[in-house]
């Protein structure tokens, strides 16, 4: 590996957790990091289990837009602008669905959210609920977002010839900082439950709170993206 | 509604239709929105042409430039919708200029211009620059003729920082009016 490669790869890598801390995406990251953080107790590494597959959600996102740019006439700066005009946009609703969801509010026999609800996919241990998560928050390009992964990623996988991993490593960054504090915060209420008897108490609140925090944030989205009140 | 169908506990029954409400309203001010939306050709999908990263800008703002002068505008470009980051860019993108660019540069007039790219007018911009978000950009002029334009690439990575984002704002501008 050379080194030009060697930097690219940390630039890359840096780009996403650069993005991620930054104020824009707050809302998603919440969301994120609450949806992860539920599986808290589920099992001895399900917290780092989801959030390795919401970081790959992430990565397949924006390695798939590469590629879609790449294969196809599209125009960067005009997709570029769609997402960032529509994608938090088509967010909102969703996060409120999916919260409703979660909270039974259409009965027991709807199934329009299942991707949302870990238990509908035991088989797989819920896997498909926090890939496609990370793969939908992804799209929602902020305006940080939409700078950093087509002015510098894809320009940067250009030069590099890497158009797979340099994608796949900004998107890994995005989700760095949300899956680091899961798991700072799982480690910590797995001490505490240690000591207490936190860990029934936690599952019992946590589907409903991991609930609201996804109306709340889509509530934000449509209110900031779609109203333009915020 | 009953408890059994609601088995997070609460008082779903107002709520459930305030927020389905919330998601009809939504959805259908976001599609009204999007279709009163005036056309734009340039807003399709189009081929991307290469020679097309390096056309000039049209001049659309010839009350700031002063006529058969060596100008330069230093473009901030944003949309309908702002945020933190955007702003902030804005303001240090703004102070740079009139700080270090109060007086003429080796005989260039250098002047800060935001720039609507959500409104008609301003639209151009994102095929002439290949602008992908909130950007700055320095462009050139002799008189009404466009010459060379710079994209500030790195005013997002410098945000926290404002004292580096100056500086690279006032270097760049720098480098173009300094170079052929």
Redesign the interface.
Known sequence: MSAEFGAAILTALW?GV?TSV???PLATNIAALTYISKHSGSCRLAVLAHGGLYALGRALAYIAIGFLLVK???????????M???GS?AL??VL??A??YM???F??GFEGFIFFDVSKFKASGGALSSLFMGFIFALAF???A???????ILPLAARNSAPFSLPLLYGLGTALPVVATAVVLDLGFKKMSAVTSLAGKFQKYA??AT?WVF?ACG?YL?L?????VL | MTQEKCPAGIACGGVKYLLIGFVFFSIGVAAYKAASAPADPQAAAAPVVAEAAMAPAKTSEPALKVSAAKTALVYYFYTNTRCSSCKTIEAYTRAAVEKDFASDYKGWKVAFNGVNIDEAPGKHFIQDYRLNSKSVVVQKFSGDKTLNWVKLEKVWQLLDDKEAFMTYVTGETHNLLDGK
């Open positions: 780009t650069l930054s104020p824009c196809s006439l599209l125009s960067a700066p005009s997709f570029s602008f769609f960032q005009k529509y946009q909102s609703p409120v669905l919260g409703m909270l039974g509010m009965g027991r902020c305006p940080i939409a700078a950093l992964y087509f002015g510098v589907q409903p609930a109306i509530v449509g900031k993206y779609i109203f333009g």
